[in-house]
């Protein structure tokens, strides 16, 4: 197992499978809100939905009603576990915020692969990050 | 490295003015953290973007309500953004009942909070002007850019909910725009043709816009060479510029009050007649097609720009779907002086309190004329208008013909 530090957006403990973008993700216009599959084309996680995910993207842009549509997709049950940045921008931020989904930044997501298992202790900042593929802690 | 918050804040973080303030005093924590912000600052008024129901969905409007009946109240002067409807006559705009139910919830969960729903992009003609260096927390990208710009107050482009945030606890983060050393100009643009009217501001908008999107950062732009300007052309400009460059602040020499603060920065860009052809040929996608919608007040009308189309109406009929949008106080103030009377009397329609970028009317009309660059831009992406920029007086000319 490794543990990445990093900062607190919003707090909150969670543990769940990883979904790694290495793209940025746009909530408003690229994730529908009503199934929570990315539906943005040519997007790395299109047709692949985010919903009980550890979602794990390099930083979020497009529209600020996209803190609204985390929001929706929170009230629907189709929200991430939890969010993990490399930098967090104001717009997850507010959907995380208003969503009470933990998040964290500022931690080097290539140190995360798909399909880890991972252990989140948001108000610490901490990630613990356990490689089930190879068994291997 | 944190914030530090005064008494009166941390007591709004624990919960002690109710769960909407600790909402809203969370949302603003995280935003000064993620900035770099040592502390809050006091704000004057606050501008609220997200009211249309149509982008705020149903979670939208339970979070509002949920704001509202979790003891939300605004503590400074606080206005809102177009709705999706005209709140007063929305049926003679073709929208649904259910919307307009839904859309009546959301101006009353503002209402609740005390906020004032003037329902305009222009602010700042509808009794909510800020001062020169005055700490402001506005979203609505076009009124961002005209009151750091034209008026010298100090915003960032806030979101919607960090502003309704900023409303509810009369702060925000100090960071951005609200320091000194962000509102220097970083790179000049030399305009080297004279424009004129709001159709070729909106093309510099977008002339100027794309070229910043291309720099790595993001610096203030400085403009030269514009002589004169009006309101108007000021207003087109900056939702322009805006939409195309996500610029918040820029300087126009001799013409907006910081810009004597400047030297023109060394680095500089020249805006050819060539350049704003391209950009404005740019955003025409429904050159030579058959109009079926026209409409003018991209930011919203001024009432010397309803005037004027008053007379170019006078004694005529419009031949195709017309919208007229502007805000409410300036629309009464119109009724006043006879100029509505006219302006319907010809068969156009008065769309108060909202617009045709954030109406419900995707796909309701093929192709769209209009004078204002921004809402090519969203009439196109957003709502799959073809479109066609004019100057004003023609816009108006082709719903004439």
């Known amino acids: 197992m490794k543990t990445l530090q990093g900062r607190k957006i919003f707090g909150g403990q969670v543990q769940g499978l990883a979904l790694v973008s290495s793209m940025g993700i746009s909530f408003y216009g690229g994730v529908d809100p009503t199934t929570g599959v990315v539906v943005e084309k040519g997007h790395c996680l299109e047709g692949i939905s985010v919903a009980g995910t550890v979602l794990i993207f390099p930083t979020g842009k497009g529209s600020t009603v996209g803190s609204y549509t985390l929001y929706r997709l929170k009230k629907a049950g189709l929200a991430p576990l939890a969010i993990i940045n490399r930098d967090c921008e104001p717009i997850t931020a507010v959907g995380c915020i208003i969503s009470e989904i933990p998040c964290i930044d500022q931690v080097d997501i290539n140190e995360i692969g798909p399909g880890m298992q991972i252990e989140l202790d948001a108000d610490a900042g901490m990630i613990h990050v356990l490689d089930i593929q190879s068994g291997q802690g | 490295m944190g914030m530090d918050l005064n008494p009166i804040e941390q007591d709004m973080l624990a919960g002690g003015q109710g769960s909407a303030t600790k909402k809203a005093m969370q949302i603003l924590l995280a935003l000064g953290t993620i900035y770099g912000a040592r502390r809050m600052i006091p704000v004057h008024s606050v501008q609220i973007a997200g009211v249309s129901y149509e982008n705020l969905g149903e979670a939208g409007l339970e979070f509002l309500s949920e704001m509202a009946d979790g003891g939300g109240r605004a503590r400074v002067k606080t206005t809102l953004n177009p709705a999706g409807m005209d709140i007063e006559n929305w049926r003679s705009l073709g929208i649904s009942a259910e919307f307009a139910d839904k859309q009546q919830r959301v101006i009353e969960a503002f209402t609740r909070m ?216 300036v629309k009464r103030e119109a009724d006043r002086l006879g100029y509505s009377q006219v302006i319907e009397s010809a068969g156009a329609t008065f769309a108060t309190d909202t617009c045709c970028v954030v109406a419900p009317i995707v796909g309701r009309f093929k192709v769209l004329v209009t004078d204002s660059a921004k809402a090519c831009y969203y009439a196109s992406a957003r709502n799959k208008f073809k479109v066609v920029i004019k100057p004003f007086d023609q816009v108006v000319a082709e719903a004439l013909k």
């Not at chain 2, 992009?121 to 850019?145: H, K, M, R």
């Not at chain 2, 007649?273 to 001024?302: N, R, W, Y």
Request: glycine share 10%; hydrophobic share 35%.
């Open chain 2, 114 to 329: 005390g906020v004032i729903p003037t329902c305009t992009c222009t602010p700042y003609v509808a009794g909510n002007l800020p001062e020169f260096g005055q700490s402001i927390a506005w979203a609505e990208s076009s009124a961002v850019c005209y009151a750091n710009s034209v008026i010298g107050a100090r915003t960032n482009r806030e979101g919607g909910p960090s502003a309704l945030a900023a409303a509810l606890t009369g702060v925000t983060p100090e960071y951005g725009f609200h320091l000194e050393t962000n509102r220097k100009p970083g790179i000049t643009f030399k305009i080297e043709s004279k424009i004129q009217h709001t159709h070729e501001f909106g093309a510099l908008g977008k002339a100027i816009g794309t070229k910043l999107e291309k720099l790595d950062t993001k610096p203030v732009p400085y403009l030269t060479g514009i002589t004169g300007v009006t309101l108007e052309e000021l207003k087109s400009f900056c939702a322009s510029l805006a939409t195309y460059g996500g610029a918040a602040m820029f300087h126009m020499q001799g013409i907006t009050p910081e810009a004597s603060q400047f030297q023109a920065p060394v680095e500089t860009i020249a805006i050819s007649q060539s350049d704003l052809d391209q950009a404005m040929q740019s955003m025409e996608s429904g050159k030579g097609e058959e109009v079926d919608f026209i409409s003018l007040g991209c930011p919203h009308l001024t009432l010397a720009e309803i005037g004027h189309i008053a007379v170019l109406l006078e004694g005529k009929k419009v031949t195709k779907t017309f919208w007229i949008t502007t805000s409410r106080p």
